[in-house]
C-alpha cells in the first residue's frame, strides 16, 4: 500500500506561481512513477505531468511552458513536487497526486484545491 497526501494548494492572482507537494509513504520502494491530475468543475479529470524514480518527465503540452516536476526521497517517503509558474485561471482546479500500478488500482491522493483569480 501506498498512501498519498497532497499539499501546497490555495488562492493566487493570475501570474503568481504555486508549488504542489505529493507525499507518499508506505511501500515506497515500489514506486517508479508519480504523476499530477487535476480538474476543474464540470470537467473530466486531465493528466498534467509524470516524473519516473529515474527523473525522466513528461508534461502535458497545455502547461509545460509553465509547470515542472520533480521528486525528492527520504529512506521512508517519495515526494514529487508540481511547480506552477504563471498561473492562469484557466488552471483552477482539483489537483491529484496518483501512483500508478500496473495490473491493479492506482493510488490516488485526496486532491488540493487551485484557484487563481483574474
Known amino acids: 500500500q501506498v498512501q498519498l497526501v497532497e499539499s501546497g494548494g490555495g488562492l493566487v492572482q493570475a501570474g503568481g506561481s504555486l508549488t504542489l507537494s505529493c507525499e507518499a509513504s508506505?511501500?515506497?520502494?515500489?514506486?517508479?512513477?508519480m504523476g499530477w491530475y487535476r480538474q476543474a468543475p464540470g470537467k473530466e479529470r486531465e493528466w498534467v505531468a509524470w516524473?519516473?524514480?529515474?527523473?525522466?518527465?513528461?508534461?502535458a503540452d497545455s502547461v509545460k511552458d509553465r509547470f515542472t516536476i520533480a521528486t525528492d526521497s527520504t529512506p521512508n517517503t517519495y515526494t514529487a513536487y508540481l511547480r506552477m509558474n504563471n498561473l492562469k485561471p484557466e488552471d483552477t482546479a482539483v489537483y491529484y497526486c496518483t501512483v500508478p500500478v500496473p495490473g491493479s488500482e492506482d493510488f490516488w491522493g485526496q486532491g488540493t484545491q487551485v484557484t487563481v483569480s483574474s
Open positions: 508506505g511501500r515506497v520502494f515500489a514506486i517508479n512513477i
Open positions: 516524473i519516473t524514480r529515474g527523473g525522466s518527465t513528461n508534461i
